[in-house]
């Protein structure tokens, strides 16, 4: 998909939500983005997210990766991420796997940026994403940074083209949101487009509100929308080294929520941008040309067995490539929900496809073949499978396509 | 791959083992492969292997799916499979998900099977492949057993065919082993292609032995064997609901196991067919070109750490189409293996390809490029993966082909 596809469909607007501008950032930030020349294309590279307000507040999730990269481990361990004022991003490079060398001059870029924003260093976040394994030259970017000072604006065009690598539509979103006191804004944006895989915090994303939040309340609202929205989506099941969301919220806009209400106002607004960004990352996912929703209910709500069987039928290439050939392959279904409660005995599996009973108790049952094609054939598929059991899981995953393979067979470290 | 590569640099032939004929069966089996017509190509589909011996033993693993198909439930738990005499294989439709009339139509097979070898019903064991949730017409099978009772006889040249889908060789291999009482042999047979992954017991395979075995010692060479060999190979990371494993002893050869030491031999001798057989599986994945052996070292022996980094490298579509590009890149290694010990804090991977190291401590060496990438387009690709520890684990896979996504894509239920 060359462009962001309409999924509206899966972003129902909550209350007192309207859509907004996604270029125009909320009160009290800035951002730029500039080429260092790092990228043979010579786009965009170097971006950075600021907000000018000294008493603003965040909270930042992590890839749990083993070899998480750089970058991930200096603003993790080594910033305050109740206070990242601002985000130093570069795309083309992830600086994952580059050793002692790697931190050194990820702390650089740390110590530059510090400089030029005015702020302590252990309030700048740094993001990389691009290769793995191949060694960063922080002076290229140490030396870009004045210019990037001078990019800096409340327009985020430029911030989200500069944290692009193989994205070929900007992912973006953007709410107001109106409480008692007043308007508040959230924007946010993302970049993909493989190794997508749901995992505590996935991909480079960053969100941005002018609502006044105090820090642990940034840290339950990420907590709570990542639950619900980037950990349920799968492009090819691998978890990156270099995963990072951060939430900013500058307070500019002098509302807070007024009561329990209205922090469930503010929940549902994040929640429905970062769905927004989740469903543009697997709609870019490599070469996917078909989206799938998989909605599961059985198993003991404490066991997570619905959880089991969606992320098994999100990361089955067997199910992925029926969704690519639109075929309403209940078959596969089965088979991907037996293989992840294997060792649990029989289970009986129901399965519809947009709707339509497809398979009761696996097997199939007399259906309308021409319904069920339709609704494998759509642009948003919907896959609806159920068991014994009151427990429930959401995933939404993309196909996998001749496009995938030929991407990742001929791109080379 | 259209014919069995050459396996043999991961075959070291073990003592006393010579490479026998595969199409001729140990002395007291008989076995036999027909059309029943239920293939549009007119292939064979209906095969059995018969233990003529009455005092023979036998062993059988299944898959440990919650979905697993009638055949499979009804041999697993209705059959004695300390003494399966014989197995009634048909092809092309797996019986998998047909509810209750999927049970009847293979009860009516066991029952006619019974009759036409002369044995009592739970000695007769059923195995299906083929298409998932499609109803079995058991009639035309049972209407074909004249003609399979005909065409016994000890090639297996016929039986082999019989099991196939949609394989593009026979996988078969044979042993003969010299003990101190004399000579045995055994004959083994497989079917592939898609759906394989590690799971106690995996696809459909048959071995044959004329030693004289107990049948605990039947399931104790089976289960070792398996661990080594079928649970180590993976093509697609998918559990099959019909995988099934079934070693038959007939004891005619009179020769049995002397001593702990010929009990070595033997599991030796089972272990080099077994293998055989599991290489030409993954060989035979679905639009498969090239195959990787990954060694993993590290990790607490007891803790599989070793066994998580070597699951999710065989598994990683990143890395499957990397070996498709014949590309060495340690970086999608090192991403994999970060996401298998994902939560445990920072680890220190080294990689080589075939012997060239290309990473210490997750960081790119000074390797020999040119030496680096020969090792990579190698047909048999031999990856190292070491970490802090003792734990040891070795997996076998194929890579992600553009042939797999087209296939699997296009074939509808």
Redesign the interface.
Same mark, same amino acid.
């Given at each position: 998909m060359k462009e962001r596809p309409d999924l509206e469909r899966w972003l129902p607007l909550p209350n007192a939500v309207r859509l907004g501008d996604p270029t125009a950032l909320p009160a009290g930030f800035r951002a730029g983005g500039v080429s260092a020349g790092s990228k043979p294309s010579g786009a965009l590279d170097l971006g950075v997210i600021h907000c000018t307000e000294p008493a603003m507040t965040s909270a930042a999730r992590f890839?749990? =990766?083993?070899?998480?990269a750089a970058p991930v !481990?200096i603003t993790r361990d080594r910033c305050d991420t109740s206070r990242l004022r601002a985000v130093l991003v570069n795309s083309g490079n992830a600086n994952? =796997?580059?050793?002692k060398m790697?931190f050194e001059e990820a702390a650089r870029m740390q110590g530059a940026g510090s400089i030029l924003l005015g702020i302590p260093i252990e309030h700048l976040g740094l993001c990389s994403t691009g290769?793995?394994?191949?060694?960063l030259d922080g002076r290229v970017f140490v030396q870009t940074l004045p210019r990037l000072g001078d990019d800096l604006s409340s327009d985020a065009t430029t911030f989200n083209q500069a944290i692009c690598t193989t994205d070929l539509f900007l992912k973006r979103a953007a709410v107001d949101l109106e409480l008692a006191g007043g308007t508040v804004r959230i924007t946010a944006q993302a970049k993909g487009a493989?190794?997508i895989?749901p &995992?505590f915090a996935t991909m480079l994303a960053f969100v941005q509100t002018d609502a006044e939040l105090s820090a642990s309340r940034c840290g339950k609202l990420l907590d709570n929308a990542l639950a619900d929205t980037f950990n349920r989506v799968s492009v090819?099941?691998?978890? =990156?080294?270099n995963d990072t969301v951060v939430l900013q919220a500058s307070g500019a806009s002098g509302v807070a929520p007024a009561d329990d209400a209205e922090d469930k106002l503010v929940q549902a607004a994040l929640d429905h941008v970062m769905l927004d960004l989740a469903l543009q990352l697997i709609a870019d996912g490599e070469g996917a040309t078909r989206l799938a929703k998989v909605r599961v209910k059985g198993g003991d709500p404490l066991g997570h067995a619905a959880d089991k069987v969606a992320d098994h039928i999100a990361t089955?290439?067997?199910v992925q490539?029926?969704l690519?050939?639109a075929?309403p @392959?209940?078959?596969?279904i089965?088979?991907?929900?037996?293989?992840?409660?294997? &060792?649990?005995?029989?289970?009986d599996?129901d399965v519809s496809f947009g709707g339509v009973q497809v398979?009761r108790? @696996?097997?199939?049952t007399r259906y309308d073949r021409d319904a069920a094609n339709a609704a494998a054939a759509e642009q948003l598929v919907e896959i609806e499978v159920s068991f014994l059991g009151d427990g429930e899981a959401t995933r939404y995953f993309c196909?996998?396509?001749?496009d995938? !393979?030929?991407f @990742? =067979?001929?791109?080379?470290?």
């Open positions: 890839t749990p =990766s083993a070899t998480a !481990v994952a =796997s580059t050793g790697g290769k793995i394994g191949e060694p493989g190794m895989h &995992g090819d099941g691998q978890l =990156s080294t089955s290439p067997l490539t029926a690519l050939g075929d @392959n209940w078959g596969r089965i088979q991907a929900a037996g293989h992840a409660l294997a &060792g649990r005995g029989p289970v599996f398979c108790a @696996n097997q199939a196909d996998l396509t001749v995938y !393979v030929k @990742n =067979s001929e791109y080379t470290t």
